[in-house]
């Protein structure tokens, strides 16, 4: 696909759209009920890690919805005559349907993105002036079944630049979560930081103890998920099994995860969940839900959590 990194074979530099990405991350997280807890933009694609608030979404009033909706598609005269209160009752009826078919959507992942992407490959196509397709397929998803899985994600996709030797520390992983918290660390600021990178300020699910004016956090302190990341860098490219420092985060005893298998899963490949991601209990109720009888990462998932 064509990506956001330095072309070689076409001598072209694309590095400018990763502004793009965290530009429109920054326009859904006002319109969608859902947060961005993690993110990583590389050279030729991304991850994320989101939360999805349904209970927010059930709280917005009709109006509401159809103001964040039509952010992005259009309002039929049915809404438009619902919101004057106009129309019979059959219409108002259908009408409040649809809004409430907006909701849902609201708090719907694929929907989300699907706005991402689509917006991310008409602009790279008109700038490009051609047509088809930009991604190679849809996206990927892991459900995080629970605080250790959370984590997991997360540090996961911090060290993605780490990982692929384009940024020595989390610190200077440009176009990060962790790029963007540690700025939030050392500039003392409250609330959402610009990242010097991009100049755009991305939400970002707030830690524990980060003061945020909205109820859901992170469970975890910042300093802590620092240190944890930072630990687990510097660990992994160590590059000798079982060398790991004598002094350990609290946050492992605190979840109960196993250091080398920890180390171990965030190498490259490292990470072998399949659909889910959590402890062994929470995934085998996943897999029910599912309607099977198992699930990829059940091993992992015993040797990491355990």
Request: aromatic share 10%; hydrophobic share 40%.
């Amino acid at each position: 696909m064509r990506g956001w990194g330095f072309d070689e074979y076409a001598g072209k530099d694309y590095s400018h759209r990763k502004v793009w990405v965290l530009e429109r991350l920054k326009f859904l997280s006002a319109m969608y009920a859902i947060d961005i807890c993690a993110y990583a933009v590389m050279s030729n694609h991304y991850h994320l890690v989101l939360r999805v608030d349904q209970q927010r979404a059930r709280a917005w009033t009709y109006d509401e919805v159809v103001e964040r909706w039509t952010k992005v598609f259009s309002r039929p005269p049915l809404v438009e005559r619902l919101q004057q209160k106009q129309g019979s009752q059959a219409e108002q009826k259908a009408a409040i349907a649809i809004v409430e078919l907006w909701r849902t959507r609201l708090c719907d992942i694929s929907w989300y993105m699907r706005c991402l992407n689509e917006y991310l490959a008409r602009r790279a196509n008109s700038e490009d002036r051609c047509k088809g397709r930009f991604w190679e397929g849809r996206f990927k998803s892991q459900a995080l079944l629970d605080e250790a899985g959370l984590m997991t994600a997360m540090v996961y996709v911090d060290l993605n630049p780490v990982r692929a030797g384009i940024a020595d520390t989390p610190e200077s992983s440009d176009f990060t979560s962790i790029y963007t918290r540690i700025q939030t660390l050392r500039l003392g600021t409250r609330g959402k930081a610009k990242t010097v990178a991009s100049g755009v300020d991305v939400p970002l699910l707030a830690m524990r103890d980060t003061p945020s004016k909205s109820s859901p956090v992170i469970p975890c302190r910042l300093s802590d998920y620092i240190e944890l990341v930072d630990w687990s860098g510097r660990s992994r490219r160590q590059g000798k099994r079982g060398s790991i420092d004598a002094k350990l985060p609290a946050i492992f005893a605190r979840l109960h995860i196993d250091p080398e298998e920890w180390r171990l899963a965030m190498q490259t490949g490292g990470q072998t969940f399949g659909r889910a991601v959590g402890r062994i209990e929470r995934l085998r109720l996943h897999a029910q839900a599912l309607g099977q009888s198992w699930i990829r990462g059940f091993k992992q998932s015993q040797r990491l959590y355990s």
